[in-house]
């Protein structure tokens, strides 16, 4: 039996194997279906070429032998096209490892797509705070970054993008104050053409600023309203009267433009869902990040979880577009055995990112000149930002109330690094004005 994680390793074979013949074939696409079939498209003039095509049907009979069900029959596993390019438009497309002109579609039931990352924001700094599993504080380290940057006077604005486990906003606003649509309103509403009439009751302001200001725009409103049905349509793409398609990843990127115009922060808080899903996709590869902030706990999951991340990145030759954005951050780091449990988190961190995102320093050269850092490096990307485990947040009720009550001697033992982390992004975008 041949399985799906067996598809790729087995093209790379086939594919060496006719190499020499590649060239008279020119481009090739090798078309993954939402079954997970494989199909060659080649450009029609092969038709033309009688060695070129006779190699296209002897790798499309060898790719069925080889691959079963996840491959069409011979006389179906090959299609003709005059324009390849639109093949490979709005979907995720990645060359074939050691194979610049094969390149492989995959067909996917969502739009989300890891492999398609924006370049940063020509805006102010858009900071996502991700995790691989939800429950290591990720929330409450941005409000409370958000909390300290607005005490010393910078414009914040913050997003909750955790859709489908809202709770940020509760952090930064007490109920009364909530605004009355969320990003889960707009996103609807602009299907059909109303979501700029949202925007001025779309974000509040949080009374917990006091030199600076902190707008916050909820995953929903005060009223929820049939949030589960909003829900099942966020995602939609438009597609306005001349056919023209925008996927909701972009839509979701025009509403944040939108309110960077409006509002005129200095920095973006995004609260990213956790897990490999749609939305973090979207957040992490999607919206223009110029910071990423890994949560990690010291944990299998943790590591395994990031490890497939990275490996897709790797796969789709998309390692280099992302990886100088990303930093970790050392979530919840327990008192009790506090630096031995540190030192084990910067080691299994190093170990991920040398072998997934780092280069390989080849002998004699200059190490100055490649993406790689020792475990010990505090500028490195792996180097944990600390953010400590307190009891009192992590048994809190309501957020808002702790944060009104708070100094900043006590945010700064908690989330110290992590503050003056983005203080540093923040404070660098000034510099570059």
């Not at 069925?64 to 096209?81: D, I, N, S, T």
């Not at 969320?182 to 001025?200: F, K, S, T």
């Not at 010291?298 to 998309?318: C, I, M, P």
Request: charged share 25%; glycine share 8%; with cysteine.
């Amino acid at each position: 039996m041949t399985t799906f994680d067996q598809i790729i390793p087995i093209l790379i074979e086939i594919f060496k194997a006719h190499k020499e013949d590649l060239p008279a074939i020119g481009k090739v696409i090798i078309n993954r279906d939402l079954n997970s079939r494989v199909r060659l498209i080649v450009s029609e003039t092969v038709n033309g070429n009688k060695e070129a095509l006779q190699t296209v049907e002897t790798m499309t009979r060898e790719i069925h032998q080889r691959l079963g069900p996840h491959a069409y029959p011979p006389q179906q596993g090959v299609l003709f096209e005059a324009d390849l390019t639109t093949v490979t438009e709005g979907v995720p497309a990645f060359p074939l490892e050691d194979f610049e002109q094969v390149i492989l579609v995959d067909r996917l039931a969502s739009e989300s797509d890891w492999a398609c990352i924006e370049p940063p924001s020509n805006g102010v700094p858009r900071v996502v705070f991700y995790s691989i599993k939800g429950g290591v504080g990720r929330s409450t380290a941005l409000a409370a970054t958000a909390w300290s940057l607005a005490q010393s006077g910078q414009r914040v604005l913050v997003l909750d993008l955790d859709l489908e486990s809202p709770g940020l906003s509760s952090a930064l606003l007490p109920e009364e104050r909530r605004p009355a649509f969320g990003i889960a309103d707009w996103l609807v509403e602009d299907l059909v053409g109303q979501g700029d009439l949202l925007l001025d009751d779309l974000f509040a302001t949080s009374s917990l600023a006091h030199d600076g200001d902190i707008f916050v725009v909820p995953a929903h409103g005060q009223h929820p309203g049939e949030y589960i049905a909003k829900l099942g349509r966020v995602w939609m793409p438009k597609v306005d009267a001349n056919g023209n398609h925008e996927p909701w990843v972009r839509r979701l990127s025009r509403m944040i433009d939108s309110l960077e115009t409006r509002l005129q922060p200095d920095v973006i808080l995004i609260d990213s869902r956790a897990g490999i899903d749609e939305v973090a996709a979207s957040c992490i590869a999607g919206l223009g990040a110029t910071l990423v902030l890994l949560f990690a706990i010291d944990s299998d999951q943790t590591w395994s979880g990031y490890k497939v991340l990275f490996e897709h990145w790797n796969r789709a030759g998309k390692v280099r577009e992302i990886r100088e954005r990303f930093q970790l951050v050392g979530a919840m780091i327990p008192d009790e055995g506090r630096h031995d449990y540190f030192k084990r988190l910067r080691e299994a961190a190093s170990d991920l990112f040398a072998e997934n995102l780092y280069d390989e320093i080849p002998p004699g050269e200059p190490e100055a000149e490649y993406f790689s850092f020792d475990e010990s490096d505090l500028s490195a990307p792996h180097y944990p930002w600390e953010v400590r485990w307190n009891r009192g947040f992590a048994a809190l009720r309501s957020l808002h109330t702790r944060l009104a009550e708070i100094d900043v001697t006590e945010v700064e033992a908690i989330f110290g690094p992590l503050i003056r982390g983005v203080e540093k992004v923040v404070s660098g975008s000034g510099a570059d004005k």
